[in-house]
């Protein structure tokens, strides 16, 4: 399973554009690159994922560096309501291994 | 259908005692998870389904620790002889057949688990 690495934490004004970094330098050829949110109190929720090329959705935008060792998550305009722990997550053999994420908060 | 069910959502048990979760997914999903997550800390990944197969358990799995899915549908997980370092929020996850293993994982709320 790859390893990922994220800040604990990042800050970001409400209306703003929430970017938030991943790394993953062991991630394999054939690795998805897997986003997901955690809202207090609730289950985990699926937002994006990528494996080359980069995606977009209505929830977020995934850029992947060339070399694939690292993604940015983008959300362009950030609400309150993001405020969250978002995890990155390298694709591990049929199951998801989560890290400690980032603590995003979303500031009026 | 809407979503994962995980009964209950919360549970107070004293040590020693044993205690039963259940998970219903959504119903064309194959495949189901359990983790556990305890406070700041990201789910740890318990067991995984496909269908009525068990097909990994992690070795937080304790002895103590047992989880079924008798017909390939809900699924449940007990604890024997529960102690104090059993005090989780205990998440069930199911995803559908055919996709790269990450995606379109949908959770359930979970259940909270107090051992006292």
């Known amino acids: 399973d790859a390893k990922t690495t994220q800040p604990t934490s990042m800050d970001c004004a409400e209306g703003r554009a929430a970017n938030l970094p991943c790394n993953h330098s062991?991630?394999?050829?054939?690795?998805?690159v897997y986003w997901y949110r955690q809202i207090h109190s609730q289950g985990p929720q699926y937002i994006i994922h990528g494996l080359k090329n980069n995606e977009t959705n209505e929830m977020a935008s995934l850029i992947i560096t060339e070399d694939r060792k690292s993604s940015t998550l983008i959300l362009p305009h950030a609400t309150l309501r993001d405020t969250a722990v978002y995890y990155c997550?390298?694709?591990?053999?049929?199951?998801?291994?989560f890290g400690q994420g980032t603590r995003l908060t979303i500031n009026p | 259908d809407t979503g994962v069910s995980q009964n209950p959502r919360h549970k107070i048990t004293k040590r020693g005692q044993n205690v039963t979760f259940r998970c219903d997914p959504i119903?064309?999903?194959?495949?189901l998870y359990w983790y556990r997550q305890t406070l700041g800390q990201g789910p740890e990944f318990l067991t995984y389904?496909?269908?009525?197969?068990?097909?990994?358990k992690s070795r937080l799995l304790s002895d103590r620790f047992s989880a079924e899915r008798p017909k390939g549908s809900f699924s449940t997980l007990e604890i024997q002889r529960t102690e104090q370092g059993d005090s989780a929020m205990y998440l069930c996850a199911s995803s559908p057949p055919g996709l790269p293993g990450g995606y379109g994982y949908t959770f359930g709320s979970g259940t909270r688990l107090t051992v006292v």
């Open positions: 062991t991630i394999s050829g054939n690795e998805y």
């Open positions: 389904f496909q269908n009525e197969a068990q097909l990994e």
């Open positions: 997550i390298g694709e591990g053999a049929q199951k998801l291994v």
């Open positions: 119903s064309e999903h194959n495949r």
